[in-house]
């Protein structure tokens, strides 16, 4: 009796707010855990400093991101996706198949990646790209011969790191930051040892090579993080001889905790990533459909403020956080306002 | 004939007042059975202890704030050029550490400035104040009239000068950064001295909104806090109704069959599923199919009663189990129908249980993250209050356990002991629903 109308009341209520929630009125956004803090500091200057209500920023990994811009056009998909890397064709032809054709990719800076420790920690203050593949590779080259990953510790193959075990925490595979760990660091290590060219030789393919330096050994000594920055430091505070991949403002904003260490001799700083001397960097982005453009308010509006000189610019408060400011921001100015999307002009 | 049985008994007479070998084992083997017991207490207790008093260290210093006083005068045109602006929050908080360095000398902060050293008290309570501009322009825009007339305002400084003055951090162990030189620490030793900066009760903690991770003090669990309640309200709503409904009829209308026990036992199984499970299938329900909003409390509230309907139903049906069956025959014997006997009889009996079994229920609801992760409820969400009843359940909003884990994931270790601070609240709340459980229990339960 009055369950039944309990029941009922609710069911309308249900029904009511589901037709309400045709008109979505404010930005909503999902992706890179990297791009997140930047998205989440333009989203609230941009509820602050204009008359649309603030975006809804989610977090999530730039591949669980895409995934969801590319699942159609529409109020229940989002509108921006943030990402720490470049969307791929294979993501692209995703995106197509749902409808979702015209997409503008936007470029907002740079992000450093630093390799950091524990700040009591053994003196890991250098690395090499082959240091860091030394340690983590599942094959490396001993003597001229590419055998199965031996060491245990960072001097047995450097004499001038310390005598600590090798304990790395890299991100894990849903991250951005991994492809650029894999792309950028094990890579070039994989190239400077010769352990490539020891597998081209040893009868594999060249591409086979390039997918086979990329991998990381599985022996305990790398342990992939799916979680934030947070949980990183968490894993290094908690393991004195454990060195962590963290973002650049990440890093900036704990330097109480932690000690970072050069790269092929280069030490991460803005100005040396901005000059692009400090080999480990990437570029972020976020990607807007355009279809939404007109449909959802403030779209358009969110990607022009985030892109304007007051806050993506050196000196803005993304800088301030830790973003390198990307030096052809007035190009990326220009095509948000003429709105060009992907493979029309760029 | 009587005493001719007495000899025949083997007995070893003995004082009863003396134990005897197997007497002694018996009272040693209980003796030790109650120390393991209480061992196992004040393991548990001792884990408590320290659960809380961790939780109170860290979290309480997120409920004060240091403070800048500062009595601040604009002028219109000032108003006019930060209002044009494309950042104008950050011509706000410019032209208010221009003001304070103006006025360092008659503040008594500095002596004998040169200009070159206002630009450089300028330049670091940039970094002292923290993110200002838009406190002083919301209000400047509520007040137009006090434009040009000294108004006071009380700021909140930077993270960092938090930091600094409370977690008593020395000055040898500073590392200067783009956030805060070591030559800031004269300026706010010299501040302190004139009662300019302070501690105060953080309002904004209890009553504001996330904002962005450079910006900790203006960081509240406010408006999460009203997206758990509209949540709740549509746990409450839609699970009590539905599980009572299905237990009553379960247990007092429903044939005992094979179909019966099986559904019996996929309830025990829900029960069991893992929350995040219910994320996934509200997100393809509610979400994808459905075309329910993304980010609103109302889908949250769904997919947490789906959550909250087995536990729900499994203390209903134990309640409504517990009345005795004579209460039911006698209703029927005088002539009730079965359904005035459950609705006259067996469920104001019952009810009881059933409340305690769902507020339980709804605090478990409460603090839960994950099905939330996959709606959109986590991460910079919780921005505004709804502006209306209906808008509080179809605006985006966030929920207190999942703003929660979004601090404690930021950089900023000023985020950190604001999550601390949010887990008070939730156990606030959550210490409050289960004792109202109890309080009901113990008042209305009858023992048969």
């Known amino acids: ?346 | 004939m009587t005493d001719a049985t007495a000899p025949s008994l083997p007995r070893k007479s003995k004082s009863l007042l003396a134990e005897d070998d197997r007497t002694k084992k018996r009272n040693a083997a209980e003796k030790r059975f109650k120390y393991y017991g209480i061992a196992a207490i004040s393991v548990g207790l001792v884990f408590l202890v320290i659960l809380v008093a961790t939780i109170l260290r860290e979290g309480t210093p997120a409920f004060t704030r240091t403070a800048v006083t500062v009595d601040f005068v604009l002028t219109q045109e000032q108003f006019d050029e930060a209002e044009s602006a494309v950042l104008k929050t950050a011509a706000y908080t410019r032209l208010f550490s221009q003001f304070v360095a103006d006025q360092a000398e008659e503040k008594g902060v500095a002596t004998d400035l040169t200009d070159e050293d206002r630009a450089e008290i300028a330049a670091g309570l940039e970094r002292i104040m923290g993110k200002i501009g838009s406190d002083i322009r919301v209000h400047y825009r509520e007040n137009p009239d006090d434009v040009g007339s000294p108004v006071r305002f009380n700021l909140a400084a930077a993270s960092r000068v938090d930091a600094y003055l409370n977690n008593g951090q020395s000055r040898d162990g500073f590392v200067s950064s783009r956030f805060l030189e070591e030559q800031d620490l004269d300026l706010i030793d010299a501040m302190v001295e004139i009662d300019m900066i302070g501690s105060d009760w953080d309002r904004t903690f209890f009553f504001g909104s996330d904002s962005g991770v450079d910006n900790p003090g203006g960081a509240g669990i406010g408006v999460a806090v009203v997206g758990s309640f509209f949540m709740m309200i549509v746990v409450l709503v839609l699970s009590l109704p539905i599980s009572v409904a299905a237990s009553i009829y379960l247990e007092e209308f429903a044939p005992k069959n094979r179909f019966t026990d099986l559904i019996e036992v996929n309830i025990s199984n829900l029960a069991a599923v893992p929350s995040i499970v219910f994320g996934i299938l509200g997100l393809a329900v509610f979400i994808q199919f459905m075309h329910l909003p993304q980010s609103a409390p109302l889908v949250g509230g769904l997919v947490l009663t789906l959550m909250t309907l087995p536990t729900i139903i499994i203390s209903t049906r134990a309640s409504l189990k517990s009345v005795p069956p004579s209460i039911r025959d006698a209703a029927l014997g005088v002539g009730a129908s079965k359904m005035q006997t459950v609705f006259h009889h067996v469920l104001p009996l019952a009810a009881p249980g059933i409340l305690t079994g769902t507020i339980i229920g709804l605090a478990q609801a409460l603090g839960e993250t994950a099905p939330l992760l996959l709606i959109g409820m986590v991460g910079f969400v919780a921005r505004a209050y709804p502006d209306t009843f209906v808008g509080g359940f179809t605006e985006a909003n966030s929920v207190m356990p999942a703003q929660i884990y979004t601090w404690a994931s930021r950089a900023d270790p000023g985020f950190y002991e604001k999550a601390w601070g949010g887990i008070i609240i939730l156990l606030v709340f959550l210490l409050t629903m289960n004792i109202i459980a109890i309080i009901l229990r113990r008042r209305f339960e009858r023992r048969w």
């Open chain 1, 1 to 346: 009796m009055s369950f039944v109308k309990l029941t009922t009341s609710a069911l309308a209520i249900a029904a009511v707010s589901a037709t309400t929630a045709a008109a979505r009125d404010q930005v909503q956004i999902a992706g890179s855990s990297t791009v997140l803090p930047y998205a989440s500091i333009v989203a609230e200057a941009f509820g602050d400093n204009t008359d649309f209500p603030t975006p809804v920023v989610e977090s999530g990994g730039s591949s669980a991101g895409l995934k969801r811009f590319c699942e159609g056009v529409g109020e229940n998909t989002i509108d921006v996706a943030n990402a720490s890397r470049a969307i791929r064709e294979k993501e692209i032809a995703a995106c197509a198949d749902n409808g979702v054709t015209d997409i503008i990719e936007v470029r907002i800076g740079y992000d450093g990646i630093v390799f950091a420790s524990q700040i009591d920690g053994p003196a890991y203050t250098a690395f090499t790209q082959a240091d860091i593949f030394n340690a983590l590779a599942p094959m490396v080259m001993v003597d001229g011969v590419l055998v199965e990953n031996p060491h245990t510790q960072w001097s047995d193959f450097n004499a001038d790191l310390p005598a600590a075990d090798i304990l790395a925490f890299i991100p894990g595979t849903k991250h951005g930051t991994r492809e650029v760990f894999e792309e950028k660091v094990i890579a070039v290590g994989c190239e400077q040892t010769g352990a490539m060219q020891a597998m081209i030789d040893g009868g594999m393919s060249e591409d086979d090579a390039e997918d086979a330096c990329l991998a990381v050994r599985t022996d305990g000594k790398s342990v992939d993080i799916d979680g934030d920055y947070t949980e990183t430091l968490a894993r290094i505070n908690a393991n004195a001889n454990g060195i962590g991949v963290f973002g650049l403002s990440f890093y900036e904003n704990n330097t109480d905790k932690l000690k970072v260490a050069t790269m092929a001799g280069i030490s991460p700083s803005t100005e040396t990533i901005s000059t692009g001397e400090y080999p480990v960097s990437r570029p972020l982005f976020f990607y807007i459909k355009k279809a939404h453009i007109g449909v959802i308010p403030g779209l358009k509006e969110y990607a022009s403020f985030f892109t304007s000189d007051e806050l993506s610019g050196p000196g803005g408060p993304l800088a301030t956080y830790g973003l390198v400011s990307d030096p052809e921001l007035a190009a990326t100015q220009q095509m948000i306002a003429d709105e060009v999307t992907m493979g029309s002009g760029s």
